[in-house]
């Protein structure tokens, strides 16, 4: 269950997110705490979700010096054996990264109450347990803005992994805001599998087949929240000269490719290194409380990436639109 940890690239530290989430050192020094994160599957090297928790505990560990141990899900019965383990291992603070910790988080905090835990995407209601949830709706209204401004053949896409709420908030936002930007814009959507079909975010075969059928057909830009599955997007972008949208983390730094780099127009950020470098350095400085965390445009939880210099252009609108989302002129819906 264990996978070697594999330090990110020298583009992953790059990002000039990095600092941000650290925000330097500014909690106690915490040299024998233990933190752990329990990865989803996928685990480091996703390029995305995991990836970017992963950042955030290696912010944890330079700003509070903490020794950060990590475990991998591969199958779905190691979720609650890997939490188990990192207990066992002397962890004080554990972050599950996804939704499929819930039930296995749920029970494993109730049976240690003196660890403090958080899991990001969903809500485990217990004293020791900070549920770390973000408006991935916003983040993904800039982007669909975006992509409506730059597409020339007002045809885009979206491709979800699992078709389940978490997803379908990306989906929703993503239209809204193309269609914000033009009401007649076509959006084509897929889905790589049902609720509970954790293929759906390795599917990189299956992401490129549909990307490259809706780029022959004439979309132009697709954005894709399916977890590695996203790769498979990229790639068929590069074959069609189109673009793609990376999500979670900057996907223009962290694909480590030149060709990918010069299609990929932008990245939905989802800061989940911040909710992770800051849950672990609360419990570093002593702040054992859980409870419900909200990250969005209004604190930086979510935004959109500029690498690359693409959206250059467009900037001063796509800001403009966020701080009508934030002051509440814009309302983003979280369901299609």
């Known amino acids: ?13 790059a990002l000039g997110l990095f600092a941000t989430a650290c925000g330097g050192d500014d909690g106690e ?13 996928g685990g480091r090297g996703d390029g995305t979700f995991n990836d970017s928790a992963a950042l955030g505990g290696e ?3 330079e700003a509070t010096g903490a020794e950060i141990k990590e475990l991998e899900a591969n199958v779905d019965e190691d979720r609650k054996a890997n939490l188990e383990l990192l207990v066992e291992g002397g962890a004080k603070v554990i972050v599950g990264v996804g939704f499929m910790f819930t039930d296995p988080m749920g029970e494993v905090a109730a049976a240690n109450p003196d660890v403090s835990f958080g899991i990001v995407d969903s809500v485990v209601e217990a ?3 900070s549920s770390l949830v973000f408006a991935e709706e916003q983040g993904s209204f800039l982007v669909g803005a975006a992509a409506a ?9 979206f491709i979800g992994g699992q078709e389940i709420d978490l997803i379908k908030k990306f989906e929703a936002g993503y239209t809204a805001g193309a269609k914000y930007i033009n009401p007649d814009i076509v959006v084509e959507v897929a889905y790589l599998g049902p609720a509970g079909d954790n293929s759906a975010w390795g599917n ?10 809706w780029y022959a057909a004439g979309a132009d830009i697709i954005y894709t929240a399916a977890g ?13 000269d189109a673009w793609a949208i990376g999500v979670d983390s900057d996907q223009y730094l962290t694909s480590g490719d030149p060709d990918a780099q010069k299609h990929i127009l932008t990245s939905m950020l989802k ?10 350095k609360a419990v570093a400085a002593g702040d054992t409380s859980g409870g419900f965390k909200v990250f969005d445009l209004s604190n930086d939880g979510v935004g959109y990436a500029t690498s690359g210099g693409y959206v250059d252009d467009i900037t001063a609108q796509l800001d403009e639109i966020k701080a009508a989302i934030i002051a509440g002129e814009i309302e983003v819906p979280t369901a299609p």
């Open 228 to 240: 590695g599955s996203g790769a498979g997007t990229i790639q068929a972008a590069i074959e069609a």
């Open 1 to 13: 269950m264990r996978k070697n940890a594999r330090l990110l690239a020298a583009s992953l530290a």
């Open 271 to 280: 800061r989940v290194d911040v909710a992770v470098c800051e849950t672990i």
């Open 149 to 157: 401004l730059k597409s020339e053949t007002a045809t885009i896409g």
């Open 127 to 129: 004293d020791n347990v």
């Open 29 to 41: 020094s915490s040299s024998d705490l233990i933190a752990g994160i329990a990865f989803d599957t």
């Open 204 to 213: 990189v075969d299956g992401a490129k087949e549909i990307a490259a059928g």
């Open 59 to 61: 912010c944890a560990a």
